[in-house]
């Protein structure tokens, strides 16, 4: 019989390599013998506070279960116009960020395209870029983590899509707005600025859709507004932007329990800002604890910290086997020798902080 499946898969998904995590929660729970409630992560930039929810939100969602969302998100994207000040026109909501890098790359991207991203960044841009058989030309920082802009708009000559991240993942680095739009303007196609960080810092490139149609302003609930779980995230653009961005959006991907959640959060806004403020004040606490160990701990602007450790890829494995995920970016061009940090309450802190002394010892 002939193979059905291995031979009719696509030469690009066959080629690309696929999103890596760390381990799962259960998973280590099951290696170590304890339950997954004692398995602390520090990998995956998340908020320690849950968003309290108005109790009859979920009754009512619930209660409309039997019938799809309605297409438009029109409650959420009324919720998207108070928080950001932007219309419906310059809205797109995705079932996450992810679920927007892979609406922009169906819209941008033929098979041998070049994207361009910064490096070190966010590794579903070169993911999302692979899936559609793209190039990705990965234009390393400079040494102190900020743009290189002649050689990206260099590399970007024959670009379809420039990947730029503000504040950067994993290098906690703010991107200042002038040096975004410059970059807008130097370059012939859409930049995606991915902003999942914003709010831990607060500079945006979303000023600049008014006058740059081919910015596009990705962003997140599943940062500052703690709702990981419910998959939201959304991008602001030119109305021309979202039209396209719209034509391949699956319908119905976020549903009914995640608009209503996603909506009530960003009308918690002063909630958020609290959070996200105590947030900041753990991080400064968990760097200088780090520095206390004789670490080099990056300055940041979002909820993590990169910190050089020596024998780095050792260290992560042994705090794993303390119950504690970090992330491992020891061997990524740019970051070597580091692990991430997600920020996250002092009790919480304080165990990673004690699991890393024992482990450089
Ligand atoms: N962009 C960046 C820079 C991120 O770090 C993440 C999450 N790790 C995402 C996007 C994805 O966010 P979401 O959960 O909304 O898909």
């Known amino acids: 019989m002939i193979d059905a499946v291995a031979s009719g898969v696509r030469p690009a998904v066959r080629a690309m390599q696929p999103y890596e995590w760390e381990i799962s929660s259960d998973a280590l729970a099951a290696e170590l013998g304890l339950p997954p409630s004692e398995i602390l992560r520090f990998d995956t930039n998340t908020s320690p506070y849950p968003p309290a929810v108005p109790s009859d939100l979920l009754a009512t969602a619930l209660g409309a279960i039997n019938e799809y969302p309605d297409a438009t998100y029109a409650p959420l994207v009324r919720a998207i116009t108070a928080y950001t000040g932007l219309a419906a026109e310059s809205i797109v909501v995705g079932a996450g960020a992810d679920e927007l890098l892979d609406m922009l790359v169906k819209v941008f991207l033929e098979p041998g395209d070049t994207a361009v991203s910064t490096s070190p960044t966010y590794t579903m841009y070169g993911v999302a870029t692979a899936t559609m058989g793209?190039?990705?030309?990965?234009?390393?920082?400079?040494?102190?983590?900020?743009?290189?802009p002649d050689a990206l708009v260099a590399a970007?000559?024959?670009?379809?899509?420039?990947?730029?991240?503000?504040?950067?993942?994993?290098?906690?680095?703010?991107?200042p707005v002038e040096e975004i739009a410059a970059l807008a303007s130097a370059v012939p196609c859409p930049v995606v600025v991915d902003e999942a960080y914003y709010e831990f810092h607060g500079t945006t490139a979303a000023t600049l859709i008014a006058g740059r149609p081919n910015v596009v302003v990705v962003r997140t609930l599943s940062k500052a507004f703690a709702l990981a779980g419910a998959r939201v995230g959304y991008a602001l653009a030119a109305p021309e932007m979202v039209g396209w961005l719209n034509r391949v959006r699956p319908p119905n991907s976020v549903g009914s329990l995640s608009i209503a959640l996603a909506a009530a959060a960003l009308q918690d806004a002063a909630g958020m800002r609290q959070r996200v403020a105590t947030i900041l004040a753990h991080r400064e606490e968990l760097a200088a604890s780090l520095r206390d160990l004789g670490l080099h701990v990056f300055p940041s602007a979002a909820n993590f910290v990169l910190v050089r450790v020596p024998e780095a890829?050792?260290?992560?494995?042994?705090?794993?086997?303390?119950?504690?995920?970090?992330?491992?970016v020891s061997s990524r061009p740019g970051v070597e020798g580091c692990l991430r940090f997600t920020a996250r309450t002092p009790e919480h802190n304080a165990r990673l902080r004690a699991a890393l002394a024992a482990a450089l010892r």
């Open 134 to 148: 793209g190039r990705l030309v990965a234009v390393r920082d400079r040494a102190d983590f900020g743009l290189d």
């Open 156 to 175: 970007a000559r024959e670009a379809k899509l420039v990947w730029l991240c503000h504040p950067n993942n994993p290098t906690g680095h703010a991107r």
């Open 313 to 328: 890829r050792a260290v992560a494995q042994r705090l794993l086997r303390q119950g504690i995920v970090v992330r491992d």
